[in-house]
């Protein structure tokens, strides 16, 4: 179940950057839309009653939206607390943030958590290529990432891991390097997604001008067989 706690992103808000990954709409960081978040428990009651009408009674809070560990630490415990006091049905929290948005403070909180919940940490990697990492604008390293791995495996958090096939001037070669270098990272799940171009970005506007051509859907199955085949 997707909620929005409303917290923005280190590459959106001037800390790093202000124009975020060139492949994310910036005004979805703006301070009105946080502004404008309903409560956890209001955006669970939303979509409760309309899931179990499908006989589906236990969830997976997933926060998605922002970096969802980029905030203070009283911050986030108000945030954690509440999605712990959610109704019964919630089973565990996924955790969507940057690899370079993980303090130590922030993994140590987290990691109490399981004793009452599932929990998982999903790291947005996209590449392990710093060139491609420079190119799309994501302003962390590979180096981060697999710091920020080690740090949450040593708590026995489990780790999920984001990585987009067909970024701009990776070739087939780099996304397969990119397979076997995440093969010997301990980690516990994995998303592969292709690349999605959004009208109003930085990425959307540059492939309706023919600077940035999206791979083709055999292009892109291909891929995933290869990378599946080397993780």
């Known amino acids: ?18 124009g975020g990954c060139i492949f994310c709409n910036i005004e979805s960081f703006a301070p009105v839309r946080r502004m404008a978040v309903p409560s956890l428990r209001d955006q669970w009651e939303a979509q409760v009653s309309r ?8 969830f997976i809070a997933y926060l998605q939206t922002g970096t969802n560990t980029y905030a203070p630490l009283d911050v986030l415990k108000r945030c954690f607390d509440e999605i712990q006091r959610l109704p019964p049905g ?18 140590d ?3 109490e958590i399981r004793s009452r919940l599932w929990v998982s940490i999903e790291l947005g990697l996209q590449s392990a290529h710093d060139r491609t990492l420079q190119r799309i604008n994501r302003r962390h390293t590979v180096a981060d990432f697999f710091d920020a791995v080690r740090r949450c495996r040593a708590r026995e958090i489990h780790v999920g891991v984001h990585v ?10 780099e ?4 397979a076997e270098r995440l093969a010997g990272c301990d980690y516990q799940s994995l998303k592969l997604h292709n690349l999605y171009a959004a009208r109003n970005t930085p990425l959307g506007t540059a492939v309706e001008r023919g600077r940035i051509r999206l791979i083709e859907r055999d292009e892109y199955v291909q ?8 993780t």
């Open 51 to 58: 899931l179990k009408r499908r006989k589906i009674e236990r």
């Open 175 to 178: 996304m397969i390097q990119t």
């Open 223 to 230: 891929a995933v067989v290869d990378f599946l085949e080397r």
């Open 109 to 111: 909180m987290i990691a």
């Open 90 to 107: 919630i089973v565990g929290v996924a955790v969507g943030t940057r690899p370079d948005c993980v303090p130590d403070p922030v993994l």
């Open 1 to 18: 179940m997707c909620l929005d706690a409303g917290f923005s992103c280190p590459n959106a808000d001037g800390t790093l950057g202000q």
């Open 164 to 173: 987009i096939l067909g970024l701009p001037g990776e070739t087939r070669t």
